[in-house]
């Protein structure tokens, strides 16, 4: 029978591990969450207790465990066409002004997702990106979708989804993910869509290899499990790879660390850079 006591010390070392590999903030409120999430990869590695897995953590040999540790503490929860007026904000003002001004002369449209997650943000942000650009051939449009979890981003490239997650989508933008069956009573999304995005594993503390500019940045409820620091990093990191006059869209429930003399709010958390 697995212990999966986790003491004060252990709570410790493990936020503490996973902030210096992932900048996320683990609270004291989300103690039973860990505990819950640490029980999965004791069972997969066949250890007894939490303690045990802790005291593995800190061996030379569990260099490859950290990637996993930070795949069970991360959180992913999201949804087709999430926070619905940003997609709406992309599909009418953004997207039909670039390809204005970016075809005929094969110019470029790039859209980071950086939290991609399992797909359903960058098939959404495809989906619309589709219905605006139809079958042109004079825009180099793609999509970069990158995430930290390596479990997360197999299932969004595999695109294969529970048709349920489909069924309260509004009846105006279901038809555009141009769902196809996947044979096993679920719905895929259809390989146009799919072949818009690249997908990759990102670590938003670490070195980004790509150099941009980017005409826009999803950076959707990350911020929430950054501290101040983290997050004023990122940020300027962004504003650097955005753009002038590119867009960031940020989530919900988050705001900006501080005003940034670079960005100018122009709508419900979203951000213009200045020229």
Known sequence: MTDVTLTRDDMGFISKLVYEHAG????????AMTRGRLARRVKALGLHSVAEYCAYLKTPQAADEIPELINAVTTNHTSFFRERHHFDHLR???????????????????????AASSGEEPYSIAAVSRDVLGNRSDVDFKILATDIDTDILAKAEAAIYSPDQFDRLPSDVKPLLKLE???RGEARISDDLRRMIAFKRLNLIERWPMS????VIFCRNVFIYFDTQTKA???DRFVTLLAPGGFLYLGHSESLPQPHPQLRLIGRTIYERLP
């Open 24 to 31: 996320i903030v683990i609270r004291e409120h989300k103690e």
């Open 92 to 114: 009418k003002d953004v997207l039909p002004r670039l390809v204005q001004e970016r075809s005929g002369r094969r110019g470029r449209i790039r859209i980071w997702c950086s």
């Open 181 to 183: 069956n996947s044979g």
């Open 212 to 215: 941009g500019p980017f005409d």
């Open 233 to 235: 990093s990122i940020l």
